[in-house]
Nanobody, 121 residues
Framework: QVQLVESGGGLVQAGGSLRLSCAASGSMFSVNTMGWYRQAPGNQRELVAS???????NYGDSVRGRFTISRDYERNTVYLQMNSLKPEDTAVYYCTAGVKVTMYQPSQPYWGQGTQVTVSS
């Protein structure tokens, strides 16, 4: 069973910083793209950032230049450094990873349970 465990959310004032972490564990053959999505009340889930197996990064327009995604390939862990936070960044942040459980199976998406990020004005 593959598990994604997030940490690092919390309450911060506007202009502050937070760092999220997400570790994938369990029986895995390979971990492909890892990333973060977020969902605010009443909104659809949106891409925050992703990083693929060769380190290619992709950012949502609203966070580009403020957030940085990185990855520890040995530990199957992905990080999200969030700087210059704004109240509109308030949301539940979800970690996701594309995982091949065996070499014969296609990559499937797995999700963490989410961590709350609240930015006060």
């Amino acid at each position: 069973q593959v598990q994604l465990v997030e940490s690092g959310g919390g309450l911060v004032q506007a202009g502050g910083s937070l760092r999220l972490s997400c570790a994938a564990s369990g029986s895995m053959f390979s971990v492909n793209t890892m990333g973060w999505y977020r969902q605010a009340p009443g909104n659809q889930r949106e891409l925050v950032a992703s990083i693929d197996i060769i380190g290619l990064r992709n950012y949502g327009d609203s966070v580009r230049g403020r957030f940085t995604i990185s990855r520890d390939y040995e530990r199957n862990t992905v990080y999200l450094q969030m700087n210059s936070l704004k109240p509109e960044d308030t949301a539940v942040y979800y970690c996701t990873a594309g995982v091949k459980v065996t070499m014969y199976q296609p990559s499937q998406p797995y999700w963490g349970q989410g961590t709350q990020v609240t930015v006060s004005s």
